[in-house]
């Protein structure tokens, strides 16, 4: 298990989640798209394929939560999410 949040590793590949309303996710259709390295195409990481519903998760919550981080330092902002 990594030491980042949304983060995981199995079988030495990191597979991230996304944020959005306060916590890491994964996609609604549990599918990860894979992500090669350009120089050998080697798989380098998994990571969620969010569609339309995770789209509508985000924008709310950023919505929501724009105000209050407007006032938020770069510092305390940049704690909340690691």
């Known amino acids: 298990m990594s030491d980042v949040r949304g983060v995981t590793e199995v079988d030495g590949i ?4 996304y944020f959005a309303g306060g916590e890491w996710r ?15 195409r080697g798989l380098y990481a ?3 394929a969010g569609g339309r519903p995770e789209a509508n998760l985000a924008v709310d919550a950023a ?3 724009s105000a209050a981080w407007s006032q938020s330092t770069f510092a ?7």
């Open 14 to 17: 990191k597979e991230y989640r």
């Open 26 to 40: 994964t996609a609604e259709n549990h599918k990860p798209f894979d992500v090669f390295r350009p120089y050998d």
């Open 46 to 48: 998994r990571v969620a």
């Open 63 to 65: 919505a929501k939560a």
């Open 76 to 82: 305390r902002a940049h704690k909340a999410i690691l």
